[in-house]
């Protein structure tokens, strides 16, 4: 992922000829990894600049209190968004894990209360009515700033150009705000790693995932935006079910982070079953987090990626283009000619339209890193640990 093993941060021209030398070089088929960091090389780094954009949301809870607990990370922000609940619950969630993290410092910010064109879809079904399965926790004594978030984003990236990466784990409202207001925002940002999307049927349609199904429009902003991408979909996401055992583990450690993780995930977990589901709770937000701390638990391979905002059926389903993916895929010689005449190819034209298929792109050029695979275990081990204070 974007971690760099030096201090000075990979930048936005870096990462572009970075993926054009691996298009180059014929080298879509094999794992591509923009940093082959480890663990332990993540832990002795300079902490990296993150704004989390969140809409809390029972794994985004957690996702929280790993990041704060987190040294690998200098935490710029916390910006809400509303998605899983309402911007009024999610909010003072957001504040909650904040204070139980004892990271008063970090400026916590109210973001849009509605997607950028669509009316607002939540998920209570799956994180339940206060948006933590149902555990309660006191009311905030902490204050959200006065900025809204996206101008809260936009004030810090451009105060640290290059180095800040947005670290998102909720529907893109407020980063795609922040990018419509300031066109050269998105050349200024190091990175962005999202929690969102997926290459393999979605959680909320049979076509789409829910942070991209919520917003698609502002996803779109965010895929075409330049910024350099790694998205951590369902592909990988499903593969992280919270059990009973992680829970014990949380419920013995006597530390107020692993206790309210445990009263939270508990819950999600009595949540899931008392409303039938056969799989989750998944913790889909924490593996973005993980991810980004170490990123030798994905494996990532290159995609343009756009996103399907007109579908009636499909709307805000994440749509991969690779020319070593699928029906399409290559001899690894001919990968590269295969990159360079392969279009980014839209719908079928219709009778009143042209009458070739729309080309988005003339050729093949990657803009976003896909998580292909996950190492759930290590995942899972780093969660806990770190959570139960044992990591
Ligand atoms: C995503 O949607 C939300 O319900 C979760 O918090 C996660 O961000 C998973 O599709
Ligand atoms: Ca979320």
């Known amino acids: 992922m974007d971690l760099k093993p030096e201090v000075k941060p990979i930048t936005r021209r870096e990462f572009v000829v970075s993926s054009a030398t691996m298009v180059a070089a014929g ?19 300079t902490p990296s600049r993150v704004i989390i954009d969140t809409d809390p949301g029972v794994d985004d809870a957690l996702a929280l209190l790993l990041a704060m607990r987190s040294p690998e990370l200098s935490i710029e922000a916390i910006t809400v968004v509303a998605g899983n609940v309402p911007l009024e619950l999610g909010l003072p969630n957001a504040l909650r894990m904040a204070e139980i993290s004892r990271r008063m410092e970090i400026p916590v910010a109210a973001g849009a209360t509605a997607p ?3 009316r607002l879809v939540t998920a209570t079904y799956a994180h339940g009515e206060n948006g933590l399965g149902g555990a309660v926790f006191p009311d905030p004594t902490l204050k ?3 900025e809204p978030a996206a101008d809260l984003i936009q004030g810090i ?8 990466t947005l670290l998102t784990i909720g529907p893109l ?6 990018l ?3 066109p050269e925002l998105a050349g200024k940002v190091r990175s962005l790693v999202m929690m969102g999307g997926s290459l393999s049927g979605g959680n909320i349609t049979p076509a789409a995932e829910f942070n991209v199904y919520v917003d698609p429009e502002a996803a779109r902003i965010v895929f075409q935006s330049g ?10 996401t499903r593969k992280t079910t919270l059990t009973d055992d992680h829970v014990r583990v949380l419920e013995a450690a006597p530390d107020p982070v692993s206790q309210a993780a445990a009263k939270i995930a508990r819950k999600a977990i009595e949540h899931n079953r008392e409303r039938g589901f056969i799989v989750g709770p998944n913790m889909h937000d924490s593996l973005a987090v993980a991810g980004f701390l170490d990123p030798s638990l994905l494996t990532l391979r290159e995609y343009y990626v756009d996103v399907e905002t007109a579908g009636e059926l499909t709307a805000g389903e994440t749509v991969g283009y690779s020319p070593s993916a699928g ?3 290559r001899r690894p010689d001919g990968e590269r000619e295969a990159a360079l005449t392969m279009p980014i190819r839209g719908s079928a034209p219709t009778l009143a339209g042209t009458r070739t298929s729309p080309v988005l792109r003339d050729k093949f050029v990657p803009n976003t890193k896909v998580a292909v695979e996950v190492n759930s275990n290590r995942f899972f081990e780093r969660l806990i640990g770190r959570l139960s204070g044992k990591a």
């Open 327 to 329: 029906d399409l895929r």
């Open 144 to 146: 959200p700033v006065a």
């Open 173 to 178: 409202t407020n980063i795609a705000t922040a």
């Open 180 to 182: 419509h207001a300031d």
């Open 227 to 236: 910024i350099p991408l790694t998205m951590v979909g369902l592909d990988v």
């Open 27 to 45: 080298t879509l088929g094999i794992e591509a990894r923009s940093v082959p960091a480890t663990a332990s090389e993540a832990a002795n780094r």
């Open 157 to 164: 990236v451009r105060k640290y150009p290059d180095e800040v």
């Open 116 to 118: 950028l064109v669509r």
